[in-house]
């Protein structure tokens, strides 16, 4: 499977309860990772059509730290989806991809903290953000 941007959702079968459920315990987080959670979904859905000898068991995502997603609303969010669906076996393994930059003098790598994009090696504060924006479908396992 390609690695492949995710778009924004399409309408998954979902139960009403179970949104009242993510609802209760996720209410400070937007819409956004349930709509994630449900283009996620989609996406298994649509690799399952591709391929109905198999079964679709896993689909893993990076999300990057910048991605302003929340990993758990998310994890969350997916599984409310598939519960009591035919979809419920699917796994979701999220990867938390922390936010890297490159120095543009002497090509050295970090790992960003506290808005600091200054190289810590030799002081130059032209650096760019080369990891930490992802939020993509990475693989899906199928059992054939
Ligand atoms: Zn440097």
Known sequence: MQSAGVSPPEPA???LSAVRQWFRRFWKFSMHELGIAASILESVQAEARRHPEGRITKVGVKIGEL????RDALQ???EVLVKDTEWEPVVLDLEYIPRVQRCSKCAHEFRMT???PQCPQCGEFLTHCISGEELDIVYMEVDE
């Open 67 to 70: 991605s302003g997603v929340d």
């Open 114 to 116: 506290e808005f600091d």
């Open 13 to 15: 079968p979902i139960s």
């Open 76 to 78: 969350f969010g997916f």
